[in-house]
């Protein structure tokens, strides 16, 4: 997996990072929070601070930011720890913000007795009324923030302990009023959420917020650089005040610009939405842009970390429309793929002119530009598939493809065929047989065939060969109809383009499937680690941990991938059996045929 951060850290981000990287060892964390599965968003905050820790000789953390038990679940941990795995990287370790809950507890015990923080009775409304939100009016203190020490400890153990039920009661950093900026308005700090958490059971009743608890994290792991997205500039006061408040080391913040892909929808709401009225198969189903479903699709990780490798890392929030990233995984795939022959609907043309038990073994490369993959055979006989949309009944002067008395050459047959009649089913009015002659000179011929304009693929059968392959391809399509399915008057749902996908039942591939599928994945580096800073060997790592973060890329039906020639790049499907395979589209071939 190509990942050079020189090139993709740009200069306004490596002004602010990379030059005031202290001399030390460099560590970053990747904190997502376990509630959802990641998305195409994510990979870009995944390749910064993996990429960032790799390209320093540095590690990379995985912290499951989980101090929210109510959106938590376990099925999300996994799915996040396959995903960056998937993408080829190892994290130094995998830890969990709850494995602090009794330090950042003890914390917050010291904070309330020096003074930075108090319990606060207030409703939701009074503190906005305070905080002069929609008022119009100044700024008040909450009368609660000048209370003793001592009476807020006594109320934060009580908050602890179940005398006050959610909402009740929060506890509060006294931050500074005065300063300009929201974020340092007195924060909440811990709240009650009558919640057993997936870690810690029932051990608590109150959680930390994420502004108390992001910080002191990174502080306790000794991050170097906390990189998040630019929503977080005006958390960094904040982030910095509470870590010198308790008297501990100060992570240094530095912020990035958001990756956004338009024609799609990314939250977790709304791609539930689509889910739960099942206008998409699940959270992978090919059309979406959640890690899962690029990964069912077919698109190699690969080329996701070189999309945003080619984006680069600044502070500026990137909007990327789906052809562009489509046209990364095409360049991509071009350069790294086998090709094989597929017919998506297949119809037969019979070469009367050769015998019923003529076989000609075609050897075809898996790649014409890469000799080095090698080739395969594929039986040339009297009967051959070839696609409907290369047939016509009645020939045109820009046409070049089949028809009647038009020639066209079938690629790597040494000779073209030519049309002579076809057969129509009266019901349906679709051709269901084609004849033809095949165009071999006869000895001595002085005016051999002129080479066809146009060689299309073609699939022929024989006993003593493999047989081709039955497959069902599904071509997909943007699910929604505009740029901006949100901006839809009526919600993003009423933007849905009801052709999103086209399936082809009796679609087949020639027999060099077969190799491809023993020689799976392609690209052949697709598998392999993007980082490999793991210490197997660090002395401060459990087994628990040693175990939990060897990477665990999986050998799925999607690294079955390859170009069908003339048609698009296609992967095999989890949908795919012994008896039947499955296709995805992963892209067309072309930008402009993409729809
Ligand atoms: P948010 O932080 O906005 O709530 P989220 O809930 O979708 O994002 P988290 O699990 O909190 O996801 O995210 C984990 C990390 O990935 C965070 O550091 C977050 O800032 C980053 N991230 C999330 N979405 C994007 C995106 N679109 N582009 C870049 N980084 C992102
Ligand atoms: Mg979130
Ligand atoms: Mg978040």
């Known amino acids: 997996i190509s990942l050079d951060p020189q090139a993709m850290f740009k200069e306004g981000f490596l002004k602010t990072v990379y030059h005031e990287r202290p001399a030390k060892h460099i560590l970053t964390r990747f904190p997502p929070e376990p509630n959802g599965y990641l998305h195409i968003g994510h990979s870009k905050a995944i390749a910064i601070n993996f990429g960032f820790a790799k390209y320093h000789g540095g590690d990379c953390y995985l912290r499951f930011d989980d101090t929210n038990p109510v959106a938590e679940e376990e099925k999300y941990f996994t799915a996040i720890i396959d995903m960056i795995s998937w993408l080829g990287f190892k994290p130094f370790k995998i830890t969990y913000s709850s494995d602090n809950f009794d ?53 934060f153990r009580g908050m ?16 500074n009023l005065e300063d300009g900026n929201p974020q340092m308005w007195d924060l909440m700090a811990y709240r009650i959420l009558e919640q057993p958490h997936h870690r810690t059971g029932n051990k608590w009743r109150i959680y930390p917020t994420y502004d108390f608890t992001h910080c002191l994290c990174d502080s306790f792991e000794n991050i170097t650089h906390s990189l998040c997205t630019t929503e ?20 240094m913040q530095r912020e990035y610009g958001r990756l956004n892909v338009t024609g799609t929808v990314l939250s977790k709401r709304k791609i539930m939405k689509l889910v739960d009225q099942g206008i998409v198969r699940g959270w992978d189903d090919p ?29 500026a929030r990137t909007n990327i429309q789906l052809p562009r990233f489509e046209n990364s995984i095409r360049k991509y795939l071009e350069q790294t793929v086998p090709r094989l022959m597929v017919i998506l609907d297949p119809i037969p043309v019979i070469i009367d002119s050769l015998p019923d038990d003529y076989i000609e073994e075609i050897e075809v490369p898996f790649n014409p530009k890469d000799p080095s993959v090698g080739s395969h055979i594929v039986p040339f006989t009297k009967t051959v598939y070839i696609d409907r949309s290369d047939f016509r009944e009645e020939d045109s002067k820009d046409y070049f493809r089949l028809a009647p008395g038009k020639v066209v050459g079938l690629l790597k047959v040494p000779y073209p065929i030519k049309a002579t009649t076809f057969t129509k089913d009266p019901t349906t009015n679709l051709i269901t047989e084609v004849r033809a002659t095949y165009e071999k000179p006869s000895e001595g011929d002085v005016n051999p065939p002129k080479k066809p304009k146009t060689f299309i693929q073609w699939i022929s059968a024989s006993a003593k060969h493999a047989s081709p392959i039955h497959a069902e391809v599904r071509i997909f399509n943007s699910l929604f109809k505009s740029e901006d399915p949100d901006a839809h008057p009526d919600g993003f749902m009423a933007d849905l383009n009801t052709s999103s996908e086209e399936i082809y039942p ?52 999607e690294t079955v991938r390859f170009q069908g020639l003339r048609v698009a790049y296609f992967a095999m499907d989890k949908d795919s059996t012994d008896d039947k395979v499955v296709l995805n589209r992963i892209v067309s071939l072309k930008e402009d045929t993409g729809k």
């Open 103 to 155: 330090k950042l507890y003890e914390l917050a015990e010291q904070l309330i007795l020096s003074g930075g923080a108090y319990v606060c009775h207030c409703s939701d409304e009074e503190v906005k009324k305070q905080r002069g939100e929609g008022t119009g009016r100044p700024r008040v203190p909450c009368p609660h923030r000048t209370r003793p020490a001592e009476e807020s400890l006594q109320e």
């Open 506 to 557: 009796n679609a087949m591939v020639e027999v060099g499937l077969n190799e491809v599928r023993a020689r799976a994945p392609w690209p052949a580096e697709a598998g392999e680690g993007g980082n490999a800073s793991m210490k197997e060997n660090d002395p401060t790592a459990t087994e628990e941990e040693k175990k939990a973060a060897v990477t665990r890329v999986e050998i799925g039906p």
């Open 232 to 251: 977080f500039i005006q958390s960094r006061p904040s982030y910095e005040w509470l870590c010198e408040a308790v008297k501990i080391y100060v992570p």
């Open 160 to 175: 602890r302990d179940g005398k006050y039920k959610p909402k009740e009661a929060t506890l509060r950093m006294k931050q």
């Open 287 to 315: 059309r979406l842009y959640t890690l899962v479903a690029l990964r069912r699709r077919g698109v190699p990780p690969g080329a996701i970390l070189s999309f945003i490798n080619e984006l680069g890392v600044s502070t």
